[in-house]
């Protein structure tokens, strides 16, 4: 019996992650990005203290009900600031390392979840 999740065609599967970049629908993009069900973009962070409202504009904008933030190979708590941003702009904020997130973004996509993922590189 094949188990492997059924994902819609057009959606951004993240299928590797490592060394500074990450292969997501068979293109790789070098550094961070932030990657939605119908789309990825560049994301001009290295770290989570370069996490900031502007750049999670993208986000807010897409209005998902759920943002993964992958910070890099540990996970860091985020400022109580941003928490409180996104919160008022009606966005759950999940935290945990990057490749944590990256599993837990493709098994939501599986279930047609309006999820955006915030990959800090590694």
């Not at 188990?3 to 993009?29: C, N």
């Not at 409202?53 to 009900?65: G, I, N, R, T």
């Amino acid at each position: 019996m094949d188990i492997t999740p059924v994902i819609p065609a057009g959606r951004q599967l993240i299928k590797g992650y490592g060394d500074h970049g990450f292969t997501i629908s068979a293109v790789r993009w070098e550094g961070s990005v932030l990657v939605f069900p119908d789309r990825t973009l560049s994301w001009s962070v290295g770290d989570l203290s370069e996490v900031t409202e502007a750049s999670l504009a993208p986000v807010v904008e897409a209005a998902p009900e759920l943002l993964l933030l992958g910070c890099g190979a540990t996970l860091v708590p985020p400022s109580r600031e941003l928490r409180a941003f996104l919160r008022g702009a009606g966005v759950k904020l999940e935290v945990m390392d990057t490749g944590a997130a990256c599993r837990t973004f493709n098994v939501l996509l599986a279930e047609d979840r309006r999820v955006a993922a915030a990959l800090i590189a590694v």
